[in-house]
């Protein structure tokens, strides 16, 4: 996997940066403590990029997020979802490379590697035909 890449530019006309990013072709450019700043960007990353950052460290990259819901006395919830992100510039090598936001309880609680959001995907299926077994036991034939 390649580096990610960056480079400044700030308008020397008249000093004023817009705060509005723009997109291009696998880049983004991101207001970084008042400069516009150049960022690789995966093609996976919905995320907006239009907040204003403190530092390089807090770009992040985020797709969209699929979830599994289920049902309560309000109607649905979600239960789980997951979504690709990466956090290319913060000095952490868990997080600077793809992984896999699992978020549970509206909070994220995990970041898996490919082979462990496989695994959890193995286990959602068994999970999901072990439901099907409690439901078929009190079906009645249904």
Known sequence: M?????TGQRNAVDRQVDASPTRT????????????VT???????????????????DVSHHGDAISLTVPTHQGVEQALTARISSWPFAGDPDTERPFIAFDAVGDEVAQLTP???LAAADQTIAHGYALRALADAISDGV
Request: one cysteine or more; aromatic letters at 6%; glycine letters at 6%.
């Open 2 to 6: 390649a580096t990610p890449q960056l």
């Open 115 to 117: 082979e462990a959001a």
């Open 25 to 36: 072709e696998g880049t983004i450019t991101a207001l970084i403590r008042g400069q516009q």
């Open 39 to 57: 960022v690789d960007c995966p093609p996976w990353c919905t995320h907006p990029h239009t907040e204003a950052y403190r530092s390089l460290e």
